[in-house]
């Protein structure tokens, strides 16, 4: 009889139980990747999976819901089933975090599309916890929330506060001292109307303009916070391309470049390309560029550290100067396929630097075709449709920061911009460093120019 069962729990049991109230649902395929690690023989974890969870069911702390999974049998519509808090678990819950709880007991009843969704959000969460934990590249998934958490409120004009946005998971990985969090958008091919789809996406571009995150509670649980990454994970380019069409027809902007704040990237990803390879190339820029996690990541540090960072031989040439940054979709929207834009305003000039990084894992052909990409644009797009952020710097000729992982990369862009005669077809002054470099002193001696012996300031 359930209830009756005197199991003990055990940490993990906690943790599983919180992932269930975050996230409304947990089945095999999402808790395998923390709780249930697969060994030598998979059988044996599934095993351990239905044996712990039918224990803590006869506890009376969980109820089976059955679904039709997307996993199982590796094709829809192969009977499964996942697990949701029932009313005893929820207590128990609430003893743990010592405060009450929101939480609806008819999840237990609910459609087969609602309980796909969350075990979907869930599978990507765990995903990355369990790579984050093996690999050894700095990154780490410092913690993660689902929906419940994750959702930020304001007043409503009834005086009861609403949902603004509602993201349906949010990570926060750590790396090199600073936490970059990740708002995770999991859209699925569904009968939403134009009308709701439009205005979550415009919830999010308010949230961001107004630098909403600042005042979000999970985000002030954590130090060092940087301007957050919005990802929309998405069943099918189908679904993706609907969310790219309305943002393109509404005009809808996640970055304020008045305020200099909001979203610090925008990012499309395919379920199937992410479980493939989660640590591949497999987010999707506004103009189809694919990016890794690490290049997002790393990109979000060295904007941060160009933006607190003082340039002092231009300042002082030049006096105080003001710093600016432009995310990678602010460059995007006017063509440009870049990691950012740092611009630098004194009382006596404009200047700005154009930032590409390339990660270790760019080899000499997509370097070469990233600076084959802004010779088309300087030589075929620039003049006839004018780049409304580097025209506001246009006293001076626009710089081009070059970041790489490798001193080997270095010499190759070296020799790429010498093969492509680069400066003298642009216009552009280029600069070549390793980021480590950068991410110690930016604009001091770390750079490498074309034709030029030793390293320079970036000016």
């Known amino acids: 009889m359930a209830g009756t069962s005197s199991i003990k729990l055990t940490d993990a049991d906690y943790r599983m139980l919180q992932d269930i109230y975050e996230f409304y649902y947990i089945d095999y395929h999402a808790a395998k990747h923390r709780y249930f690690p697969i060994g030598k023989v998979p059988e044996s974890s599934r095993s351990s999976y239905n044996r712990r969870m039918r224990r803590l069911a006869e506890k009376g702390l969980i109820a089976q819901v059955l679904f039709q999974s997307v996993r199982r049998k590796?094709?829809?519509?192969?009977?499964?089933?996942?697990?949701?808090?029932?009313k005893d678990g929820l207590k128990m819950l609430e003893d743990v975090y010592e405060r009450e709880l929101e939480w609806d007991t008819s999840r237990k009843?609910?459609?087969?599309i609602y309980v796909q969704h969350h075990v979907g959000v869930l599978y990507y969460v765990m995903l990355y916890k369990d790579l984050m934990d093996e690999h050894k590249d700095g990154q780490k998934l410092e913690a993660y929330y689902g929906e419940q958490s994750s959702r930020y409120q304001r007043?409503?004009?009834?005086n009861f506060l609403k949902d603004h946005i509602k993201p349906d998971a949010t990570l926060f990985i750590a790396l090199r001292g600073a936490t970059i969090p990740w708002l995770i958008e999991y859209e699925r091919e569904s009968n939403a109307s134009k009308t709701t789809i439009l205005s979550k996406l415009s919830n999010y571009v308010d949230y961001a303009k107004n630098a909403s995150y600042r005042r979000h509670d999970i985000m002030l649980q954590h130090d060092h916070v940087l301007d957050p990454v919005l990802v929309f994970y998405c069943d099918s380019e189908k679904v993706a391309e609907r969310r790219r069409q309305l943002i393109r027809e509404s005009k809808l902007n996640f970055y304020s470049t008045k305020d200099k704040q909001g979203m610090g990237d925008i990012l499309f990803a395919l379920r199937a390309d992410v479980e493939n390879d989660p640590y591949g190339t497999v987010y999707q820029r506004w103009l189809g560029e694919r990016v890794s996690l690490e290049q997002i990541n790393t990109v979000q540090l060295?904007?941060?550290?160009?933006?607190?960072?003082?340039?002092?031989?231009?300042e002082a040439r030049a006096g105080a100067t003001t710093?600016?940054?432009?995310?990678?979709?602010?460059?995007?929207?006017?063509?440009?396929?870049?990691?950012?834009?740092?611009g630098f305003q004194t009382e006596k000039t404009q200047a700005a630097h154009m930032v590409r990084y390339f990660p270790s894992t760019h080899d000499t052909s997509s370097m070469s075709s990233s600076l084959q990409g802004l010779l088309h644009y300087k030589e075929s797009v620039a003049d006839k449709s004018p780049n409304q952020i580097l025209d506001r710097f246009k006293q001076n000729s626009p710089g081009l920061l070059l970041i790489v992982d490798r001193p080997e990369q270095e010499e190759e862009l070296l020799r790429l911009l010498?093969?492509?005669?680069?400066?003298?077809?642009t216009g552009w002054n280029c600069f070549v460093s390793r980021v480590e470099l950068v991410l110690e002193q930016p604009f001091e001696?770390?750079?490498?120019?074309?034709?030029?012996?030793?390293?320079?300031?970036?000016?």
């Open 302 to 314: 060295l904007s941060q550290r160009l933006k607190e960072s003082r340039f002092a031989e231009l």
């Open 109 to 112: 009843d609910r459609k087969n």
């Open 323 to 342: 710093y600016m940054w432009y995310p990678a979709s602010v460059a995007s929207h006017v063509g440009l396929q870049l990691d950012g834009i740092i």
């Open 155 to 158: 007043m409503g004009t009834d």
């Open 74 to 86: 590796g094709k829809l519509g192969s009977s499964d089933s996942a697990y949701t808090l029932t």
């Open 418 to 425: 010498d093969q492509f005669r680069f400066e003298e077809r």
């Open 445 to 459: 001696s770390n750079w490498l120019i074309p034709d030029s012996a030793g390293r320079h300031v970036p000016l």
